[in-house]
């Protein structure tokens, strides 16, 4: 037998997968790590203590399991595949070396100046011609340009801009790329039409020769070096392919690769990608590539979702030590976890009243709202943890609502709907979202995620596969979560209720900020 391993990082943990040629997966390791918020819209990861990190741990840790249980040999696993959050943008000199902590995608909101800037200088109907996008706090090449006008000594020593699977391929193989899912959330430096930088306006930005060479998501652009065998536990040799964004492998791990399959990732954030019948037009939400050529996709998402939950967790569930800490509350993570949910259960739906906008680091789609802020609408002295909670699982969801109808106004057909990621574990969250988007939801029997992902586009890197729907060889579902009919009038009262709140507060946001 041969294997691949597939390795994602996240916002707050990373995972990693040994699967072999059928898809059965073997092993899988996480570990957890810390998001960075220096100040007030801001959002890092440190690429080398955290991503490379927990790269090499990962690694270490698989390889090493793989060997005692299995017999498997460093040299038995025949390619590597990464994923990471995205888009995210890390500065790099001419040695390779980091320059600064990685900007994250758009939970880091500090380039508005910049997005206004490039839309007054380039034009937004242009920049809309070219990227398919508009600029954003999603945007990367606002982002950049922050660099260049906020640090210049910085930007004067870059070498390359890095997004962050890019610089785990370049410490495995000394190679600097980008896949091309990737590189269009790079916006406006990326033309989607013909699939390659601007030259046109990537002079608004930085240099040319400082963005990376581009690629498909699943094409092998190196090999394991000598220096990273040593720190990986894999053999030097090993094929390494572009890997692509967290999203994309995740939705690629649940099979969501047919025209009309929507992906719903619930993590620290939530973000969906719909397989498009073409290269959609929208403002309001993203177009975008594939892992593969000829194929498309409409991506968006929400700004928070396991990052509020993990906050509520962290702000009034650690009862005694470190406040914010709830395994010194005498519960680890996971209970925490759990507990709340037993106590968003015993409120009702619509939670006795009280409405949530989850707006608590900005928004993304479709309302691209970075100073938007956070509400609880509505509380009483009646209203408990348990109503809060249950608000707040019911406040993402109609942030989602938003988006599928946002979908059903552009009249491209959704055919499936599958969950993926953390939240999936929360069946509550999973069930007040199929009721307040009227929508059936999926749920395969492995929900690791993108690093299962990885280990998919590895196979077809290698050949083992010649077309990215034979995913469908690796998926079985599992459940079923279907609409509660009953709920329904009480949600479509509250979701009116939820968009006029944030038209009647929205000006009042700006005001705040």
């Not at 109907?125 to 600029?135: G, H, N, T």
């Not at 100073?371 to 943890?385: I, N, R, S």
């Not at 509250?494 to 000006?507: A, I, V």
Request: glycine share 8%; with cysteine; proline share 4%.
């Amino acid at each position: 037998m041969a294997y691949v391993l597939g390795i994602d990082i996240g916002t707050y943990e990373s995972k990693g997968a040994l699967v072999d040629e059928a898809g059965k997966l073997l092993v899988s390791e996480a570990v957890a790590h810390r998001l960075e918020i220096p100040q007030r819209g801001w959002a890092e990861h440190d690429a080398e203590q955290t991503w490379w990190h927990d790269f090499t741990q990962l690694s270490k840790a698989i390889t090493q399991k793989a060997a005692d249980k299995y017999g498997i040999r460093p040299e038995e696993i025949k390619a590597v595949g990464v994923s990471s959050i995205a888009p995210a943008v890390v500065p790099v000199d001419v040695e390779g070396k980091p320059l600064r902590k990685a900007i994250l995608y758009g939970v880091d909101t500090r380039s508005q100046k910049q997005v206004h800037e490039l839309n007054e200088q380039i034009g937004e109907e242009r920049i809309f011609q070219v990227a398919a996008q508009s600029l954003s706090a999603q945007s990367a090449g606002p982002k950049i340009l922050w660099i260049r006008q906020e640090e210049r000594h910085i930007y004067e020593r870059t070498a390359k801009f890095l997004c962050g699977s890019g610089y785990l391929v370049y410490k495995l193989t000394d190679e600097q790329i980008i896949d091309r899912y990737t590189a269009a959330s790079y916006a406006p430096l990326f033309d989607i039409h013909q699939l390659k930088w601007s030259t046109e306006l990537a002079s608004a930005i930085c240099e040319l020769d400082q963005l990376p060479r581009l690629t498909w998501s699943h094409e092998i652009v190196g090999e394991v070096t000598r220096q990273a065998a040593d720190q990986t536990g894999l053999a030097q040799g090993t094929k390494v392919i572009a890997g692509t964004a967290d999203a994309l492998s995740e939705a690629i791990s649940v099979g969501a690769v047919h025209k009309g399959d929507l992906m719903l990732m619930y993590g620290s954030s939530t973000f969906f990608i719909l397989v498009a019948p073409h290269l959609p037009k929208t403002q309001t939400l993203w177009a975008n590539l594939h892992a593969v050529p000829g194929s498309h996709t409409i991506t968006g998402g929400t700004a928070t979702a396991g990052s509020l939950t993990r906050w509520f967790i962290d702000q009034w569930l650690s009862v005694a030590g470190q406040r914010g800490d709830p395994s010194t509350g005498g519960m680890t993570v996971d209970e925490a976890y759990t507990y709340a949910t037993k106590l968003a259960e015993q409120s009702p739906p619509g939670a006795n009243g009280l409405l949530t906008l989850p707006y608590f680091s900005g928004e993304r789609t479709p309302i691209h709202h970075a100073t938007a802020k956070g509400v609880f609408f509505g509380l009483t002295l009646h209203h408990t943890q348990s109503d809060m909670y249950r608000s707040i699982l019911e406040g993402i969801s109609f942030s989602i609502r938003h988006n599928m109808d946002e979908i059903r106004s552009m009249q491209v057909p959704i055919h499936r709907a599958v969950a993926v990621g953390g939240g999936v574990k929360n069946r509550l969250w999973l069930q007040s979202v199929s009721d307040i988007c009227q929508m059936t939801q999926v749920i395969p029997e492995i929900t690791l995620g993108a690093a299962y992902g990885n280990a998919f586009l590895c196979a077809l890197g290698l050949g083992w596969y010649r077309d990215i729907t034979e995913m469908d060889q690796w998926v079985r579902v599992k459940e079923e979560i279907t609409p509660q009919e009953a709920h329904q009038p009480l949600y479509e009262r509250y979701y009116e209720l939820y968009h006029r709140l944030y038209r009647q507060t929205r000006d009042l946001m700006d005001e705040l900020t």
